[in-house]
């Protein structure tokens, strides 16, 4: 079993920034591949990024390539999610996910999740 516990949410204006952290622990660390997903009130489930067990590779959606960048220190269990020039969209809860087999965009494909983290974006 992992837990994961997702930090660093909050209320920011337009085109700020913030840094997003979760944490695993259990049987943890560098078996797994790790994701970030968001959802917003209404909305389905979306996948934000991914990173492999290692990370060396990384992939993110299209609606936030460019502006986010996800990494990891596996000596801290420790997965990153730098979100930048934020807008109002981007407004959702943001949970981390964690998986075994590879660092898919499908949220099926997860094993573990986070309880989340709400990040609001004002205009």
């Known amino acids: 079993q992992v837990q994961l516990a997702e930090s660093g949410g909050g209320l920011v204006q337009a085109w700020g920034s913030l840094r997003l952290s979760c944490v695993a622990s259990?049987?943890?660390?560098?078996?797994?591949?790790m994701a970030w997903f968001r959802q917003a009130p209404g909305k389905d489930r979306e996948f934000v990024g991914a990173?492999?067990?290692?990370?060396?590779?990384?992939q993110y959606a299209a609606s936030v390539k460019g502006r986010v960048t996800i990494s990891r220190d596996n000596a801290k269990n420790t997965v990153y999610l730098q979100l930048n020039s934020l807008k109002p969209e981007d407004t959702a809860v943001y949970y981390c996910?964690?998986?075994?087999?590879?660092?898919?965009?499908?949220?099926?494909?997860?094993?573990?999740w986070g309880q989340g983290t709400q990040v609001t974006v004002s205009s």
């Open positions: 996910a964690a998986g075994s087999s590879y660092y898919y965009t499908e949220g099926r494909r997860y094993d573990y």
């Open positions: 259990g049987r943890t660390g560098t078996s797994y591949h």
């Open positions: 990173i492999s067990r290692s990370g060396v590779n990384t």
